[in-house]
């Protein structure tokens, strides 16, 4: 059984396919209209959206297939306490895909092993967001024609953006990426992403909290919305939240064929009059977003009878306690607390469910 939790459960042979088909569904609507008829996809939404589940029902009505599910925790069985595990069982029994959003990270990955379909993480917590990360890849690669030999200035909240980091990770495939970071000292990119994906894959960046400076050399410039609902202090988002606004006079500095992309929804950092400008490219990525969805949905219903290759794990159990509070073993008591060693001559073990780090002593 294949699912998608992390963008690195994708090879990048995979990610490629995945956007030819893409590419084939736009150029020829009409010979997928009828390729999921008599499927069902089930969105079980427990977080707000507005992209992402009605891109993915978009999607599978778009295939010819049908589509069940809920959009809040509270008009599901979760408001009477329903484990994540046992409501995956459930799904299993009545569609043949789902898509789940979840805020606790790592709560996808529990559906995934406790299901007997396809899961696909369409969002959990701050931790992993991949079908937003092969949207962004699609809307790159239609807009400049390639993924490689690109500068991409990513503004805004870097650290707890998780589009951003499944971004980075996706991009450090392809060769001649050099990343521009644009932030607030205190949102900048978190360490371990500076530490172990950047400097370990030897990836070109540079870190300035000024946009306006780094505007002129960017191929694509890919803004975020300082996320309100991610911070512990109310009084440290009102001090950032006006940090970085897009403008048009701004852009008067950028290249004349700038790419910009925002995951959306946007607050007030770019500018709706920008939204005019031919460099503006959120609104066709939203639209991208469906068609990735298309192909993905196919790919994964065409792998459902084939086993996944696992490489045999290091792994620790019940011998540590994930302590991240928005972890899904933090609200779900029966989940056993299993590590991946991940460098044992240092201790470093991540939990399997939210990759949240530990040294073991
Ligand atoms: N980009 C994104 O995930 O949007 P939604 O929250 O509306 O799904």
Redesign the pocket.
């Known amino acids: 059984m294949r699912h998608l939790i992390d963008i690195q459960d994708l090879s990048t042979q995979e990610i490629d396919e995945l956007i030819q088909v893409a590419l084939d569904i736009i150029a020829d609507p009409a010979k997928y209209s009828e390729v999921c008829k008599g499927k069902k996809l089930a969105t079980l939404f427990f977080e707000?959206?507005?992209?992402?589940?009605l891109s993915f029902e978009a999607a599978m009505l778009e295939l010819g297939g049908n589509v069940i599910g809920f959009s809040e925790a509270s008009s599901s069985s979760a408001a009477k306490g329903e484990s994540v595990a046992d409501t995956a069982k459930i799904i299993s029994c009545y569609a043949d895909i789902i898509a789940m959003?979840h805020p606790k990270e790592g709560a996808p990955y529990v559906a995934s092993i406790n299901s007997t379909i396809p899961v696909i993480n369409a969002?959990d917590g701050g931790h992993c967001?991949p079908t937003?990360t092969l949207t962004d890849l699609l809307t790159i690669y239609r807009e400049k024609g390639r993924l490689d030999n690109l500068t991409i200035g990513f503004c805004g909240d870097l650290k707890y953006g998780r589009?951003v980091h499944s971004l980075i990770n996706a991009l450090s495939r392809y060769a001649n990426i050099k990343i521009v970071l644009i932030s607030p000292e205190e949102l900048r990119l978190p360490g371990y992403m500076r530490y172990e994906v950047l400097d370990k894959l030897g990836m070109e960046y540079v870190e300035t909290p000024n946009l306006e400076s780094a505007l002129g050399e960017l191929d694509v410039l890919y803004m975020t919305r300082i996320q309100r609902e991610r911070f512990t202090d109310p009084a440290e988002y009102e001090r950032l939240k006006n940090s970085y606004v897009l403008d048009l006079e701004k852009l008067e500095s950028a290249k004349k064929d700038l790419s910009i992309l925002h995951?959306?929804?946007r607050v007030n950092e770019i500018r709706v009059n920008v939204d005019k400008d031919p460099r503006a490219c959120y609104f066709t990525q939203a639209l991208n977003g469906k068609y990735i969805r298309m192909a993905l949905i196919l790919r994964l219903l065409e792998e459902v009878n084939k086993t996944s290759v696992h490489e045999e794990e290091d792994l620790i159990v019940g011998e540590l306690q994930c302590e991240n509070p928005k972890c899904i073993t933090s609200c779900e008591q029966e989940l056993e607390h299993v590590f991946r060693v991940v460098d044992r001559e240092h201790g470093i073990c991540r939990c399997i469910y939210c990759e949240s780090k530990q040294i073991k002593k």
């Open positions: 707000p959206s507005t992209r992402t589940r959003r969002g967001h937003q589009t995951p959306l929804p």
